[in-house]
């Protein structure tokens, strides 16, 4: 077992009617969540909708989650930045709040090179030497991909201990997993990709799905490294449909509205990002049926 385990949930931000957090919803949806197949929560990531988010609103919701699931899960706080300043305060604060990580996204927008990259993880990585950090790939968000060789490099850093692999490329997973020790846990960043990236060298998943059907995805990853790949791959099927419908538009808007058909009042997401359109919500609804899940 890794650090943060196999199922990671990239928890969404619940918000009211008008818009504001919603404090006491994200409570008792990490609650339902720590007990329904997730090891850590990512709090305040791409799923969390951070872009729209302050620093304050951001690191109030730590504090909350934090709360509510004491003893019951981890808790990972996203708190990178295209600013390495920024992200140096936010990373600092997330450890002093007594977090157990942060996940760290690739620079958006300014596209450094990769030395750039490297010197920006490394910079948060030395002002928290004793905190745990989680690298994050995604370059159809940021613009731009964390190769292999740099990841490597920081892999070395000993508060470095993870990747959430975003990229979609199956080949660049399997090189960080060549250059890098069996300590340095790589996790998909997509759901559907799970059981592929286990198959190179992959310890489990920050998922979107897992606010659904955590329970069954933990089955999965441990099918598969309990050497019942038949199994696996049955359950990998089975949720299939899931993973496309929850991105069948721009994440979170998907999840957020299956969440509220389930009863959840997770609210909408900020502009901008829009209302689920109704193509999408009828995907959803029929797959949710589907899966016995509404």
């Known amino acids: 077992m890794t650090f943060f385990?196999?199922?990671?949930?990239?928890?969404?931000?619940?918000?009211?009617?008008?818009?504001?957090?919603?404090?006491?919803?994200?409570?008792?949806?990490?609650?339902?969540?720590?007990?329904?197949?997730?090891?850590?929560?990512?709090?305040?990531?791409?799923t969390g909708e951070s872009p729209t988010l302050t620093w304050q609103e951001e690191y109030e919701l730590f504090q909350v989650v934090h709360q509510a699931v004491a003893n019951k899960a981890k808790i990972m706080a996203g708190t990178g930045s295209n600013s390495t300043?920024?992200?140096?305060?936010?990373?600092?604060?997330?450890?002093?709040?007594?977090?157990?990580?942060?996940?760290?996204?690739?620079?958006?927008?300014?596209?450094?090179?990769?030395?750039?990259?490297?010197?920006?993880?490394r910079a948060i990585a030395a002002s928290v030497p004793d905190f745990p950090l989680m690298?994050?790939?995604?370059?159809?968000?940021?613009?731009?991909?964390?190769?292999?060789?740099?990841?490597?490099?920081?892999?070395?850093?000993?508060?470095?201990?993870?990747?959430?692999?975003?990229?979609?490329?199956?080949?660049?997973?399997?090189?960080?997993?060549?250059?890098?020790?069996?300590?340095?846990s790589?996790?998909?960043?997509?759901?559907?990709?799970?059981?592929?990236?286990?198959?190179?060298?992959?310890?489990?998943?920050?998922?979107?799905?897992?606010?659904l059907v955590g329970e069954l995805l933990k089955k999965m990853v441990v099918a598969f490294s309990s050497g019942e790949p038949q199994l696996a791959t049955e359950i990998h099927l089975k949720v299939l449909p899931l993973c496309k419908a929850l991105f069948a538009t721009t994440n979170p808007i998907?999840?957020?509205?299956?969440?509220?058909?389930?009863?959840?009042?997770?609210?909408s997401t900020r502009l901008p990002l829009s209302e689920v359109p109704e193509p999408v919500l009828q995907k959803l609804q029929n797959t949710l049926t589907d899966l016995a899940l509404m």
């Open 254 to 267: 998907p999840i957020k509205a299956a969440l509220r058909l389930q009863g959840w009042q997770v609210g």
């Open 135 to 184: 690298l994050y790939n995604v370059p159809g968000r940021s613009s731009c991909n964390l190769e292999a060789e740099t990841v490597a490099r920081l892999a070395d850093i000993d508060n470095i201990v993870a990747i959430k692999e975003a990229s979609g490329n199956l080949d660049q997973v399997s090189q960080i997993r060549r250059s890098t020790s069996s300590e340095f």
């Open 85 to 121: 300043r920024e992200a140096i305060e936010a990373t600092k604060q997330a450890a002093k709040l007594g977090l157990d990580g942060a996940l760290l996204v690739v620079p958006y927008y300014n596209k450094p090179p990769q030395d750039g990259l490297y010197e920006h993880f």
């Open 5 to 46: 385990g196999q199922i990671l949930t990239a928890m969404v931000t619940p918000f009211t009617e008008t818009g504001a957090m919603n404090f006491s919803v994200a409570e008792a949806l990490a609650v339902h969540l720590a007990e329904h197949g997730t090891d850590t929560l990512v709090v305040c990531g791409t």
């Open 186 to 211: 790589i996790y998909s960043g997509d759901d559907s990709l799970t059981l592929p990236y286990l198959s190179v060298g992959a310890s489990g998943v920050v998922s979107v799905a897992s606010h």
